[in-house]
């Protein structure tokens, strides 16, 4: 079910209905519930669940996921469709793989000559040429283009980690500031890589992948963003059966 805002689930009224409650929940694919179940979705779930504890409300879980959404996508959603929607609530889940995304754009636009569309905190969905982008996808599929992963620099960054996690910070930086010049309370999600579930198969990437989550945790730390980390929540025998 795909609603006229290109969102996964019910149609949202742009106008807020009295004495309702507002939760949006923003992410790539973690959140949109690729080969879930509406029935099954955490929107529907948490809908469910916060609507029997406040009876007296109306309660309105938007699912604002898109799958392969990077951080910087996920801003331009905040920014052009869920501030105008004024909810009450923002959780923000973070992704494993966001800066990986994140430095696959800053790849396209550098590949354009074009600077990268977050400088300055002003982001704006880029215009493509056609042409030139298929070449620069050719490039990557055909092994022309390596792809970065951050694990392998997480430990001791380099000066592209170092700058992706710089972007982030500013980028969550600029949704606490706008959340909080409109009385919006803003939450954010770590949803950690199964791969620190399964050191004796992964090895390395397990305690990258744990260097990875305790980085993007301190960054939020630092901003005093309120986190839940589900690293620190699951129970990893659970996680293997």
Known sequence: MI???GLRGPEVSREKPTHSLRIALVGDSFV????????????????KA???????????????????????????RLRDDIFPLNPDYIVIFHCYNDLDDLHF???????????????????????????????????????????YSIYDHIESPDAIALDLLSAY?????????????????????????SKIYYPEHWGDKAR????????????????DLPTINLHQVWEPQKIRT
Not at 32 to 47: A, F, K, N, Y
Not at 61 to 74: C, D, K, L, R, W
Not at 214 to 220: C, D, L, P
């Open 3 to 5: 609603n006229s805002m």
């Open 32 to 47: 949109e519930g690729v080969g879930i179940g509406e029935d099954q979705h955490m929107r529907t779930l948490l809908e």
């Open 50 to 76: 916060v609507a029997s504890r406040l009876p007296e409300r109306h309660i309105e879980v938007i699912n604002a996921g898109v799958s392969g959404y990077n951080p910087a996508q996920e801003w331009a």
């Open 105 to 147: 754009s800053q790849m396209i636009h550098s590949s354009q000559g074009n600077p990268f569309f977050m400088r300055c905190g002003s982001i704006s969905p880029p215009s493509f040429h056609r042409l030139h982008l298929r070449s620069f996808f050719l490039d990557y599929f055909m092994g022309e283009t390596s792809p």
């Open 169 to 193: 910070g500013q980028l969550m930086q600029l949704a606490m500031s706008e959340c909080s010049s409109r009385g919006i309370r803003l939450l954010s999600v770590i949803i950690p890589d």
């Open 208 to 223: 990258q992948a744990a260097a990875y989550g305790a980085r993007i945790s301190a960054i939020h730390k630092e901003l």
